[in-house]
């Protein structure tokens, strides 16, 4: 789950409130992407890397206090062999993974800070319940974003063993489906209790049989069940596999629910109803407080997008960052009311 930070201080971006906390913050700001790489990577030295990008962002006027705060958030970050942004004032630094979307480094200097790659990282996220099934029980994670919880792990309620003949094989087989579809039921609870509020999406991954008894008792009308092929619950790498699984089919379903916003917003500017597109209207909405859904082009993105942005979020707004909207500066909004 999304913990809550000092935004002033060293900590990571993990959702859109701290994002419009962050934008909040006195500039000015300093921001790089850059990948931090894991040893063993073709540029794997990351005092290197970040030589480049630190010397880059002098050049661009970035002050001493903020490059000493990059310095130590750089230092500090965990070697994922991911991309990830980095930003800092003179009060303090935060990063954000970014591993859904191929993005190029950067380097940003500014009275705003350049957190759109954040905001497209982490719109519409929620945290993901996954689950390695097999006939012995199973192990729950909680993943949100980067990280992965364990949520524990059930085991399979035992058959008693009477000794069976022949004559009494089928009394011996009901019991272990009964036994079955109880472990069933309880790795079900233990996954929907593993939930947030906010969780709509949960994975499975493991032995068929198992996996397909899990999902009838789980609550479809609450939540999404997607099934994948990450490995059996007991080899090498599973919990990895099943976390990039699981990315990936939450990524799925972002795009989904993006697409729909995207033809909504199409209708409302068809119907000339409660849509605006262009970047000095939708910045002048914003500003106003009129936008309930902010969309950026991800191909197109203008100067000033930060800015409508941080003005959406800073109202309660929504955005969606999505590719070849086909509108005009790649920035348009719907609207909670126009103006006569």
Same mark, same amino acid.
């Given at each position: ?7 002033a ?5 993990t ?12 500039g ?18 990351r005092?290197v ?15 001493t ?6 310095d130590?958030?750089?230092?500090s ?23 859904d ?12 800070p ?7 990282e982490?719109?519409?996220r929620?945290?993901?319940?996954? +689950?390695l099934?097999? =006939? *012995?029980?199973?192990?729950?994670y ?6 992965? #919880? %364990?949520? !524990?792990? $059930? ?24 036994a ?11 996954i ?13 991954t493991?032995?068929?049989r ?6 009838r ?18 080899e ?7 976390r990039?699984?699981?990315l ?19 209708? +409302?500017?068809g119907? =000339? *109803? ?11 909405? #914003? %500003?106003? !407080?009129? $936008? ?49």
């Amino acid at each position: 789950m999304a913990k809550t930070i000092d935004v002033a201080g060293r900590d990571e971006l993990t959702g859109l409130h701290e994002i419009a906390e962050r934008y909040r913050l006195d500039g000015p700001h300093a921001t790089v992407v850059m990948l931090c790489s894991t040893p063993g990577q073709n540029g794997d030295d990351r005092k290197v890397r970040w030589h480049a990008r630190r010397t880059e962002l002098a050049h661009l006027g970035a002050g001493t206090a903020a490059l000493e705060h990059l310095d130590h958030e750089v230092e500090s970050l965990d070697p994922r062999g991911e991309m990830v942004l980095v930003t800092a004032n003179d009060a303090g630094a935060a990063h954000c993974w970014l591993t859904d979307y191929d993005v190029v480094p950067m380097a940003h200097v500014g009275e705003i800070p350049a957190l759109l790659a954040a905001v497209d990282e982490l719109a519409d996220r929620t945290p993901v319940v996954a +689950a390695l099934v097999d =006939h *012995a029980g199973a192990d729950v994670y909680l993943i949100d974003h980067i990280e992965v #919880a %364990d949520a !524990g792990s $059930v085991t399979a309620d035992p058959v008693e063993d009477r000794g069976h003949t022949k004559t009494d094989h089928a009394s011996h087989e009901r019991r272990l489906d009964a036994a079955a579809e109880r472990t069933a039921a309880a790795i079900a609870r233990a996954i929907e209790h593993a939930a947030t509020s906010d969780t709509r999406l949960i994975v499975l991954t493991g032995d068929d049989r198992e996996v397909a008894s899990v999902e009838r008792h789980l609550d479809t009308h609450r939540f999404t069940v997607s099934v994948v092929q990450a490995g059996g619950r007991h080899e090498p790498g599973a919990v990895q596999r099943l976390r990039r699984a699981a990315l990936d089919e939450s990524l799925r379903k972002r795009q989904r629910r993006s697409a729909e916003a995207v033809a909504e917003l199409r209708r +409302a500017l068809g119907q =000339h *109803a409660l849509g605006t597109e262009g970047n000095e209207s939708t910045a002048t909405a #914003a %500003d106003e !407080g009129r $936008v309930a859904t902010l969309f950026l082009d991800r191909t197109r993105l203008v100067d000033g997008a930060d800015t409508v942005a941080r003005d959406t979020l800073a109202r309660g707004g929504s955005i969606v960052i999505a590719d070849e909207l086909g509108v005009a500066d790649g920035v348009a909004a719907l609207l909670r009311y126009g103006i006569d």
